[in-house]
């Protein structure tokens, strides 16, 4: 089956938003098998919300997806686009009025006059509610085309598309066809010469996708063949690339790390410099960090190296802040004055200034300190101060994982 | 003058990457003029590239923007796509074929014989340089559209269109009808009061949006009439904003306040609970930031707001760790240790567990100290985990802001 997305605003057009929505959906809908073939964005005006939305439904998609321009402002024209098109009435709802009305007098708030429009419908269509928002949403069957009109707040679309329009319109069990092993560590280049015997291998009812990021590099299965064992494909992969696979799908590296940690019980500790205290922020990202997370400590100056991290002054004046023993003495020192089991450290030049001909921009050192052992590794991350310190602080928390793993 | 983008991949269909290019035009060529009134993906197949361009060429575009399918494997088939369209012919450019060649034997590299491909152009087309990969960019005009073709990846995409095609096709003075004024710490509809009267006296040749986000609410100045002053127009609005107006454009929170710390020769640090070290990250995006920000302590555990921050542990036992009083105690406790002008503390509970029925989800405490005065604000954000540590680190910042501001 397949569907078609118009997304409308001046903003998406204008740039000044950029449009999740319908990648989202091209997501969401994948495992029920509809693909979207087509996506449009156009602008407030109704000719070329009429006309574009009329062009879809004569190609004869199955589906349509339509977000935006349903607010209270002038602006949201998607209602009047849709009645214009479809000849139809739009009809006051009392009930849902008088409801939000009420809503607004619990938390104390004048409801504005312009939200009466919230309570408009389409008459022949029938209402989506709307969990996180005002504007409701609608559903109509036009020559053969289910056609969704959603407002464009990602949080509202999505919990209506989850909560409503795949039970209700959609009906199918979903089936996956695709999984991504998220890899961190390895080059897209040397990760391909590990699989690549698999690939050809199962070449006749598979596709595969390298996905390199900054922080790391993504492979994606798409299972061609029903009958074929998506899961087991993966378990195989995943297994070929090992050490470097550490989840699939949504899990993150600080997600699965924490489990890790949770398994073998050990609490954790960062000192951080050049990072800033990235680290921390995504060991904490997860709910449930404080089983193993007991904190940070940021010490961007030499003075507060020593101070808070007890890194020996003349460690730092023999061999510079930036440097292995640095970083193994603040990791050292982190894990002593917090009481943690494993401490992690980032000493680097994420620049622009500040390099040297011997230290240059780019280089970094991160240690890690576990009851079993210490190490320190040397990088060079020459691609900007954000990227550097996004790196940075993945291969810390692939090293971590990594010692933890391997004992 | 009006333009029409067609972004071709089925990346972009199934939503495993999102559109940056599209939304990134129409950002860049709105100071010429320009405005995309239509964007269309199609996926990799000939038969919808090929429709899809003939609609827009039919509806008489000035500019047609293409990006993606110009890569070296078989999905890539834009060019392909035009030959069939134009009745075109693709030819193979020898001398740029070499240059490849070089390009990767400078690197020792032996090239993948697919990467003939990248030599290969359409016969009727204007070369377009790519300055940062191998795919070259194409320019046509066909029948009064000046269709650019360009590859997909956003940073070859961007270099062409700043360095070609802007200078060589484009050819005119960029005029800013666009400004956004930042803030923070205020509702949309509390800052929409402070501006009414402004919005009234200016709707003649000016049209406005407010921008609502997590991390403060932008507001857009447009200007319609090319004898209005913008920037004159733009000041008016930002003093009636004040205090809560902190910057323009792309100016961030942290950037600004690292610019008021400067100024006022204040060094700071942070104390941190909930926020996880997200606080001093963004201190520290901001290249220089060494200049002010020395360094900040994450306490998770109530041990380690003692031994780290010397919050005195009977005020935590006291009043909890999530209350006014250790808010204030480690502000102070971090500048102490720190010998910082300027001390921050986050404590709170950012969910999904950890409330009560005193201490909901979504509770914060924010302390300042500053040379002059100390302070903590209480507040209560429950949007989910992620949202609240980005309201929290957000309003910590502004809080901190107007306290350097307001002495």
Known sequence: MNAAVLTIGDELLQGFTVDTNSSWLGTILLPYNIRI??????????NDIISETQNILDDKYDFLFVTGGLGPTHDDITK??????????????????????????????????????????????????NDNGTALGMHLLIKGTHTFIMPGVPGEMRSMVNKYIIPNYIKKTPVENFI????????????????NGLMEKYSHSFRFAFLPHYSGVSF???????????????DEFFKAMLPYAYGIN?????????????????TIATAESCTGGLIGKRLTDSAGSSEYFLGSVTAYSNQLKTSLLNV???????????????????????RAKTGADIGISTTGI???????????????????VTPEKS??????????????????????????RLAIEQG
Chains 1, 2 share one sequence.
């Open 180 to 195: 991504t092993i998220k890899t961190a560590g390895i080059m897209e280049s040397h990760l391909a010469e590990k699989v």
């Open 312 to 334: 020996p002054n003349d460690i730092i004046q023999k061999f510079g802040a930036v440097s292995e023993e640095v970083a193994l003495e603040m990791a050292k020192g982190v």
């Open 80 to 129: 009047e686009a849709f009645r214009q098109l479809l000849d139809d009435e739009i009809i006051f709802d009392e009930n849902y009025y008088l409801q939000l009305k009420q809503h607004f007098e619990k938390r104390s708030i004048k409801m504005p006059e312009s939200n009466r429009s919230q309570a408009m419908l389409l008459k022949t269509a029938d209402v989506i509610p």
């Open 37 to 46: 073939t087509k996506k449009i964005t156009v602008g407030d005006k109704l």
């Open 375 to 400: 190490m320190v590794k040397k990088y060079n991350f020459n691609y900007g101060r954000n990227i550097h310190r996004e790196m940075t602080t993945t291969a810390a928390l692939n090293i971590t």
């Open 350 to 368: 994420s620049g622009p200034s500040g390099g040297t001909k011997t230290k240059p921009v780019g280089l970094v050192y991160i240690g890690v």
């Open 220 to 234: 994606r299965i798409n299972k061609l063949d029903e009958n074929e064992n998506l899961l087991n494909v993966k």
């Open 250 to 266: 949504d899990n993150t590296l600080e997600e699965i790390l924490g489990l890790k940690l949770i398994e073998y019980k050990f």
